[in-house]
């Protein structure tokens, strides 16, 4: 289906829910956060330039594009009010450092090519502004409703394609909406897994992840506690038939951590009483899921060695551009370039070609290859840092759903960020920035 009639449609049925709402003068406002998240898998936008076949950048493909998220910055300014343009530095310390290190990366000798750079900034600081201009004329109870809104959307349609493929076979529902969809569906006929309106069964089992720790925070405080419990189990079926063991992991041990702070936020949760509470039942139902479930062949056998060796190989080229820039790295959203013009890098650990145009599969090590020792200690602060803080939240009782829905987004990206690199892809990371963005915004009021 071609992405122009795809948003056609999506937008006319938003019309069309904004007119109705109207007529019962309901509030409509959270229909944008809605019509955004939503519209997070497919990627909508515009390429105004094609790369060379060499141009490889990193996690984000060196295409400078008008986005959708671009189009609804223009849509909303209409209704933005002026303190939109009031901007704090001291409570945007994540956005001012990532900016910093956008700078330094532009600076850095051992960046081979701005152009991927570029990219990213744009991407990044369009996202910061549609938020930034929404926040002007919503408040915290539109901003959960409308990630409520299209995240229900979102785990119902995409249980119905799960169902479709591969649960009935029905592979048609995998070319609908990627091109590239079809191909890693079956995971080049290793193994089939559901990929909804994403291109890879992974990115479609992370995002449920996310969207899990979503209502599990609406669930446990009541708000829409029914549709929160049933929305919930949507996402957990969907993320079993992607069959992504990394994914398995991730949610299990996301929705411990979120209950767990959850029921301890008064509590020193680094206490041993504390940590043997958390630790022991995680590590059990690990060892039964892995060990002896029957989910164990796909960790233990299928192409599961395979995989792990991969990971290896990424490791250690890893380690290789951090031998070559360990302080700063070799610029943000620049490492396959650094890769290209550096082949041995890779022919030292292997002579497979996937590699060198391959992002590395752990996005922590990325970190580190990018911008060095000085930003994977940012990094580190800003995940755990801001753990804490959302935990202090909860405990005080504000701000409650968006901060354990903050912890569930922290903890998925560190775990599923150990295998993965999908953290950083563009079909997963304006959730992120979503949720950083407004949980940080209302932690501050």
Known sequence: MGKGILLFIIISIYLL??????????????????????????????????????????????????????????????YAKRRFINYSFKLNNWINGFCVLLIVSFLNPYNTFYTGTWVLAIFFLSNILLFKLLSSFLDESDVVNGLFDGLKWLAYTQFFLAICFPVLGISAVTRLFHESAEIWATRLDTRSGAVGFFNHPG???????????????????????????ICLGICILTLFLTYSRTSYL???????????????????????????????????????????????????????????????????????????????????????????????????????????VNPIHNIHLIVLSEIGIVGILIWVYFLFGNIFKAKKEIKEGRNEVLSLTLVGLFVAYIIYGLTGWAPFSTAILPIFLFITFFSIKYRNQ
Not at 28 to 34: F, G
Not at 203 to 229: C, D, E, Q
Not at 287 to 313: E, G, K
């Open 17 to 78: 829910r904004t007119v109705i709402l109207k007529t019962k003068k309901k509030d409509t406002k959270y229909l944008w956060v809605s019509f955004f998240i939503f519209c997070i898998p497919f990627e909508f936008g515009k390429a105004l330039n094609t790369p060379k076949l060499n141009d490889i950048a990193g996690t984000v493909q060196p295409i400078y594009i008008i986005s959708l998220c671009i189009g609804l910055i223009v849509a909303v300014l209409p």
């Open 203 to 229: 990115r479609l089992a992370l995002f449920m992840v996310i969207a899990s720790s979503f209502f599990l925070a609406t669930y446990l405080y009541n708000f829409k506690r029914k549709a929160s419990a």
């Open 250 to 356: 991730a949610l299990i041990i996301t929705l411990f951590s979120c209950y767990y702070i959850d029921k301890n936020a008064q509590k020193n949760i680094f206490s041993i009483a504390n940590i043997l509470k958390f630790v022991v039942p995680t590590v059990l139902v690990l060892v039964y899921l892995i060990v002896y479930s029957p989910l164990s062949a796909l960790f233990l056998q299928s192409d599961s060695s395979d995989q792990y060796d991969n990971r290896m190989v990424h490791w250690l080229m890893a380690f290789n551009i951090f031998e070559a820039s360990p302080v700063i790295g070799v610029g943000l959203n620049a490492h396959l370039s650094y890769i290209s013009q550096h082949l041995g890098i890779v022919s030292q650990v292997t002579m497979d070609d996937f590699f060198s």
